[in-house]
């Protein structure tokens, strides 16, 4: 079964509001990674997190990390329709080793 | 820099056919992997390397072979197709480092096995 699950599925907002995802993992991890795929695209990614590390800014972006409950979560704030997109978090067990949740699906709304 | 590039961009196999996915990389990434993606679901870890001559199982390997015998490419070779390898195929690259490094993706390779 795969390492990081992001809740929710799906989530439909309109412009100018927040968004949050959830990743939920399994075992000790070295980092915790987010990515966002644009539909037909590859991946791109967004924020690092290391194990040893609570909480991470980049521009919109904020992620934060509870070793203690093996969770993350990852925040858009005032979202666009740019934002309309999957996004995914990775896990690294090992060097190079990345196992990736099923993703959120975001559509923002104009 | 063009960064990973992967070619064919799409490719449909009969079952049974053999045939290789290309991938490259231009920034001297000592790290490679690769991705498979089924509609709906995240990447799953087919193959991944460390470095040149070095090279590993993931989570789906059956089916596939890798090699790398230079740091810039890292080609995957369906043995004999089969129609549950339909997928979409990333490759990926990072530099490594202590508590791994950003991934670098290509734009994927669609696969259809009829």
């Known amino acids: 079964s795969q390492q990081g699950e992001e809740d929710p599925q799906a989530l439909s907002i309109q412009e100018g509001e927040n968004a949050t995802m959830n990743c939920s993992y399994k075992t000790s991890i070295n980092n915790l990674q987010w990515y966002r795929q644009n539909s037909g695209r590859g991946l791109v990614h967004l924020i690092l997190?290391?194990?040893?590390?609570r909480e991470k800014h980049s521009g919109r972006l904020r992620v934060t990390l509870d070793t203690s409950k093996k969770s993350s979560s990852l925040l858009i704030t005032a979202s666009r329709a740019a934002d309309t997109a999957s996004y995914f978090c990775?896990?690294?067990?090992?060097?190079?080793?990345?196992?990736f949740g099923s993703g959120t699906k975001l559509n923002v709304k104009p | 820099n063009a960064g990973v590039t992967q070619t064919p961009k799409f490719q449909v196999l009969k079952t049974g056919q053999s045939m290789t996915l290309q991938c490259a990389q231009d920034m001297n990434h000592e790290y490679m992997s690769w991705y498979r993606q089924d509609p709906g679901m995240g990447l799953r870890l087919i193959h991944y390397s460390v470095g040149a001559g070095i090279t590993d199982q993931g989570e789906v390997p059956n089916g596939y072979n890798v090699s790398r015998s230079t740091t810039e490419d890292f080609p995957l070779r369906l043995l004999s197709a089969a129609p549950s390898q339909t997928s979409v195929y990333f490759c990926a690259s990072s530099s490594g480092g202590a508590g791994g490094d950003t991934q670098y993706f290509g734009p994927g390779t669609r696969l259809t096995v009829l």
């Open positions: 997190i290391r194990s040893n590390e």
């Open positions: 990775a896990t690294s067990l090992s060097l190079n080793k990345f196992y």
